[in-house]
């Protein structure tokens, strides 16, 4: 009997007294966890109170689901997704709580009785921001869309204690601070001190004799213990509910008191501090490897602690672990947790005394990874040495898988030694390091890219090799992002003139929003939807003259770049744009110029000179711009500090053009050119990422694309063709560099950009100056078509109309049916 059916009559739970969810209920709840979880009446209680109290009240609702879900899944004996990520850039998750249980007017009313507004209180959550970007919201966008579908998921991450740095503005120049969303407690999290784990670190391998046969033991120097941290994640209609569960570091010892007494007061505690560094800050790392020892631990650290949580359950309910494959499916996002493949065989076979084949198929029965980028600088690689210093018994896993690898290429494909090299997990070219991508490859079942091209061009670069040898094992599964986040919540005017205009019923079938695609012929219905738009934009403007005490016109067109800065998402080339524009503007007075504001947001990783350079010049171009009067007000250009996923949800919902603009083949998806054209924003962009499933569901009327593509940039690298002839036949763009460069926009340090401009004249890498042209054309037939405004509307309500692909829930649906073969539990 489940531990429900067995609790006394008269406890609530959702099985035997469904909870009820009328305001009145729900303002004695909230008033019942202000009084006795924080001890305030409803006189003395904070907005910070409220907030925290709402959130338990809230819980208590989610909690009765997740208890019924657990229970359904261990009945059915459902497969369960084991979704293992470094990151989960979640944001705030009240308004989504409430929203998914569709709560929201009842707790707006019953917080109304006390004189609280529900919408200050949401503002009050910090966001859990344990992510740098796409590859941790992609994340926190599956969790979301699993429980929504009901399919039985697990995230297993890191509880970072502080998420990604806070971005100030000092001086023009970036700083970072530190972020603290765990200072006022986390209601959402409920810690499971009994469900923890050792950890180990360093020591030596012996070998024992196992009934004359041997077995080898990893006695670690150092064991941290690993501690779970577990979060509810509910979907849509409350109807299935899963368990993101975070680990935290903690010291088997926290203080050594036989240190403490003879007078080493700080020796006492330096075991526990090391133990708590591992989960003590994510690494502001985005599309570039953080190569320290403590990024290793971090990795180990959560991938041990989750496969050891998984064979404990799996244990719990089966006999062995040799069907571990037809239970769980464990999904590796990205290379961070591809230490998984040598772990699970270390534990499969050595502490469970499975024989190595056996363990290998089911290693490889269970895992399936995905790839996230194919920049060369982003690839996992980890010094063999350090790697053998910390994880001795993993390394030499390592090396037997490898030797069995390559023994089946020589054997069965008879691969040359150049295709030996390339398939190999360990680099002998950079002085000997392991390639978590290769690892993650060969332990894995399925391998998948993010969008077509990215996976037609993994095939081609990166996996070359690997996928002449195992040609099956390459899989497409586009990115998507989760529409209650990120146009229910986010853009409740548009939610609800959506449902006027074709009913409620793509809320449950998102596919449905399709049938929005007629009413972008309906001049009233594009009035209604263009005023939804200005009411965004106007939101926004608030927000921009709060922080930053700059007007903005509702409306001139907004034009808006938000993502991590990076030399190859190029908002470099954005800026440039604009200061030709400027430079327009000003000597050509006489032409009719289309209002525009720019509008850029994002965080420079903080070693990464020429990210940092790059905010630091659209602050200075800002200034100069936006204070000249002979632009009249035609040109603005903002710089918003500190982007994350709550600022993204009054961003999105504002944009009349979105900056999809990287240089072609290297952005592997991207996910915010979905959320911006879901919210009715036109894409002007190039053929790269998903942007190209973009074009083929919007069609080609509906989006905007310029530039080069991914082989003609491949090509013209290889010529080493650079930026000095297309700089010099094109007049603006030759004109901006230099005002850039002789220091018009930073007198105050006139050399300031001169590296960053020679770059474009040199080698032009980012085919900056190769794209500059294309760019300028496309922005300004955006212009033009800005004043055919029925022409414009039409545009935009069909971008909202042909997105229902980009949902994550389709994404998971293909996950699900071809990588996991999981469905729902219910
Ligand atoms: C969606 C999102 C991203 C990813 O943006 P791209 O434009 O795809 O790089 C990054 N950060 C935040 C906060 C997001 O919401």
């Known amino acids: 009997m489940s531990a429900i059916a067995k609790m006394p009559n008269g406890t609530r739970t959702l099985k035997s007294e469904p909870r009820r969810n009328d305001a009145d209920t729900l303002a004695q709840e909230i008033v019942e966890k202000l009084t006795y979880a924080i001890g305030k009446t409803t006189d003395a209680a904070r907005l910070h109170d409220w907030e925290y109290a709402t959130a338990l009240a809230v819980r208590d609702r989610i909690i009765d689901q997740w208890l019924t879900s657990n229970r359904q899944t261990r009945e059915s004996g459902a497969k369960r997704v084991c979704y293992l990520s470094m990151e989960f850039l979640i944001g705030r998750l009240l308004r989504d709580a409430i929203s998914n249980l569709g709560l929201t007017e009842q707790v707006r009313e019953a917080l109304g009785r006390y004189g609280v507004e529900l919408d200050l209180v949401e503002l009050l959550e910090p966001d859990a921001a344990l992510g740098n970007g796409g590859l941790g919201r992609l994340a926190a966008c599956f969790m979301e869309s699993m429980a929504s579908l009901g399919v039985p998921g697990f995230g297993y991450g890191i509880r970072y204690e502080h998420g990604f740095f806070r971005q100030e503005i000092v001086d023009g120049a970036q700083v970072e601070l530190p972020e603290t969303w765990l200072q006022h407690g986390n209601p959402w999290e409920i810690e499971r001190q009994e469900r923890s784990f050792?950890?180990?670190?360093?020591?030596?391998?012996?070998?024992?004799?196992?009934?004359?046969?041997?077995?080898?033991?990893?006695?670690?120097?150092?064991?941290?213990?690993?501690?779970?941290?577990?979060?509810?994640?509910?979907?849509?209609?409350?109807?299935?509910?899963?368990?993101?569960?975070?680990?935290?570091?903690?010291?088997?010892?926290?203080?050594?008191?036989?240190?403490?007494?003879?007078?080493?007061?700080?020796?006492?505690?330096?075991?526990?501090?090391?133990?708590?560094?591992?989960?003590?800050?994510?690494?502001?790392?985005?599309?570039?490897?953080?190569?320290?020892?403590?990024?290793?631990?971090?990795?180990?650290?959560?991938?041990?602690?989750?496969?050891?949580?998984?064979?404990?359950?799996?244990?719990?309910?089966?006999?062995?672990?040799?069907?571990?494959?037809?239970?769980?499916?464990?999904?590796?996002?990205?290379?961070?947790?591809?230490?998984?493949?040598?772990?699970?065989?270390?534990?499969?076979?050595?502490?469970?005394?499975?024989?190595?084949?056996?363990?290998?198929?089911?290693?490889?029965?269970?895992?399936?990874?995905?790839?996230?980028?194919?920049?060369?600088?982003?690839?996992?690689?980890?010094?063999?040495?350090?790697f053998e210093r910390l994880l001795p018994r993993q390394m030499q896993i390592i090396y037997a898988i490898n030797a069995q690898i390559i023994q089946g290429a020589r054997s069965e494909r008879d691969f040359s030694g150049e295709e030996i090299a390339a398939i190999s997990l360990i680099d002998e070219n950079n002085g000997r390091r392991v390639r978590m991508g290769q690892l993650a490859f060969v332990g894995s079942h399925t391998v998948n890219g993010v969008s077509g091209l990215h996976t037609e061009l993994m095939k081609e670069t990166v996996f070359h090799d690997l996928h002449k040898l195992y040609p099956d094992r390459i899989q497409n599964k586009t990115n998507g992002v989760t529409p209650r986040r990120w146009l229910f919540q986010s853009n409740p005017g548009l939610t609800d003139l959506v449902s006027d205009a074709i009913g409620e019923g793509f809320k449950d079938d998102f596919n449905r929003l399709g049938e929005l695609d007629r009413f972008a012929e309906d001049a009233s219905f594009r009035e209604r939807f263009a005023a939804v738009k200005r009411v965004n934009k106007e939101r926004l403007a608030t927000l921009v003259e709060e922080r930053l005490a700059i007007s903005l016109d509702p409306d001139a067109i907004f034009d808006i770049q938000v993502k991590r800065i990076h030399e190859y998402k190029r908002q470099f080339l954005n800026i440039i744009e604009a200061v030709a524009l400027y430079e327009q503007i000003r000597a050509h007075p006489e032409i009719d110029w289309t209002p525009r504001v720019k509008?850029?947001?994002?965080?420079?990783?903080?070693?990464?000179?020429?990210?940092?350079?790059?905010?630091?010049?659209?602050?200075?171009?800002?200034?100069?711009?936006?204070?000249?009067?002979?632009?009249?007000?035609?040109?603005?250009?903002?710089?918003?500090?500190?982007?994350?996923?709550?600022?993204?949800?009054?961003?999105?919902?504002?944009?009349?053009?979105?900056?999809?603009?990287?240089?072609?083949?290297?952005?592997?998806?991207?996910?915010?050119?979905?959320?911006?054209?879901?919210?009715?924003?036109?894409?002007?962009?190039?053929?790269?990422?998903?942007?190209?499933?973009?074009?083929?569901?919007?069609?080609?009327?509906?989006?905007?694309?310029?530039?080069?593509?991914?082989?003609?940039?491949?090509?013209?690298?290889?010529?080493?063709?650079?930026?000095?002839?297309?700089?010099?036949?094109?007049?603006?763009?030759?004109?901006?560099?230099?005002?850039i460069a002789s220091g018009v926009f930073s007198p105050d340090a006139p050399g300031r950009y001169a590296s960053l401009v020679d770059a474009v004249r040199d080698r032009d890498w980012w085919m900056i100056a190769a794209d500059f042209r294309a760019y300028w054309d496309t922005q300004r037939q955006l212009d033009a078509l800005w004043t055919d405004r029925a022409r414009w509307d039409e545009i935009s309500v069909r971008n909202t109309a042909r997105m229902a692909w980009f949902s994550a829930d389709r994404t998971i649906g293909e996950y699900a049916r071809d990588i996991w073969r999981a469905g729902p539990s219910r």
């Open 198 to 386: 050792e950890i180990g670190f360093g020591g030596k391998v012996t070998t024992v004799d196992d009934n004359g046969k041997p077995r080898f033991v990893w006695r670690p120097a150092e064991r941290v213990l690993a501690v779970a941290y577990d979060t509810p994640v509910i979907g849509w209609r409350g109807a299935h509910a899963n368990t993101l569960r975070l680990w935290g570091a903690q010291a088997l010892d926290p203080i050594l008191l036989d240190a403490f007494n003879s007078g080493d007061h700080v020796g006492a505690l330096l075991e526990s501090n090391r133990a708590e560094a591992i989960t003590r800050v994510l690494y502001p790392a985005d599309s570039h490897q953080a190569g320290q020892e403590l990024r290793l631990r971090q990795e180990y650290f959560f991938s041990s602690a989750s496969l050891q949580d998984i064979i404990r359950r799996h244990l719990a309910l089966n006999d062995d672990l040799t069907n571990l494959a037809d239970k769980v499916a464990i999904q590796l996002n990205d290379t961070h947790p591809a230490v998984s493949v040598a772990e699970l065989m270390r534990l499969l076979v050595d502490v469970h005394g499975m024989d190595w084949d056996a363990a290998w198929t089911v290693t490889r029965e269970t895992f399936s990874y995905t790839n996230h980028t194919l920049l060369p600088e982003a690839l996992e690689t980890w010094p063999v040495q350090l």
């Open 599 to 739: 509008i850029f947001a994002g965080k420079a990783a903080p070693s990464y000179v020429q990210a940092k350079q790059i905010i630091h010049l659209a602050g200075d171009v800002s200034r100069v711009i936006n204070s000249d009067p002979a632009v009249r007000n035609l040109l603005k250009v903002v710089f918003v500090p500190n982007y994350n996923v709550s600022l993204a949800e009054i961003i999105m919902p504002a944009a009349d053009i979105s900056e999809q603009i990287s240089t072609a083949g290297l952005e592997a998806s991207g996910t915010g050119n979905m959320k911006f054209a879901l919210n009715g924003a036109l894409t002007i962009g190039t053929l790269d990422g998903a942007n190209v499933e973009m074009l083929e569901h919007l069609g080609e009327e509906n989006i905007f694309i310029f530039g080069l593509k991914a082989d003609e940039v491949a090509e013209r690298r290889a010529r080493g063709v650079g930026g000095q002839e297309a700089v010099s036949e094109q007049p603006l763009l030759r004109s901006a560099l230099d005002s």
